[in-house]
Nanobody, 114 residues
């Protein structure tokens, strides 16, 4: 069973930065397409970015140029560097395979507010 543990969220002012990390066990970040998702209050969970086994990257239009997804094969982690944060980035962020598997971590809360 895959276990996903997200960390790195917090409260940040608009324009600030955060780096999220996802520790993966029971699966490889190298051989799977791994993604970051987010769910804002009252909204459905949405895919934000993913990275393939060949290191191709995809970003939803709302975060292009601001977010960068990466992976560390040795540590088996996936990260999301978030710059120029906006209030509309406020959400709980999750990592998972893309398409997502049945198991989700607890997520990490990101709040962008002045």
């Amino acid at each position: 069973q895959v276990q996903l543990v997200e960390s790195g969220g917090g409260l940040v002012q608009p324009g600030g930065s955060l780096r999220l990390s996802c520790a993966v066990s029971g699966g490889s970040v190298t051989t799977n397409t791994m993604g970051w998702y987010r769910q804002a209050p009252g909204e459905q969970r949405e895919l934000v970015a993913y990275i393939t086994d060949a290191r191709s990257r995809y970003y939803v239009d709302a975060v292009k140029g601001r977010f960068t997804i990466s992976r560390d094969s040795a540590a088996n982690t996936v990260s999301l560097q978030m710059n120029s944060l906006k209030p509309e980035d406020t959400a709980v962020y999750y990592c998972n395979k893309t398409p997502p598997g049945p198991y989700w971590g607890q997520g990490t809360q990101v709040t962008v507010s002045s």
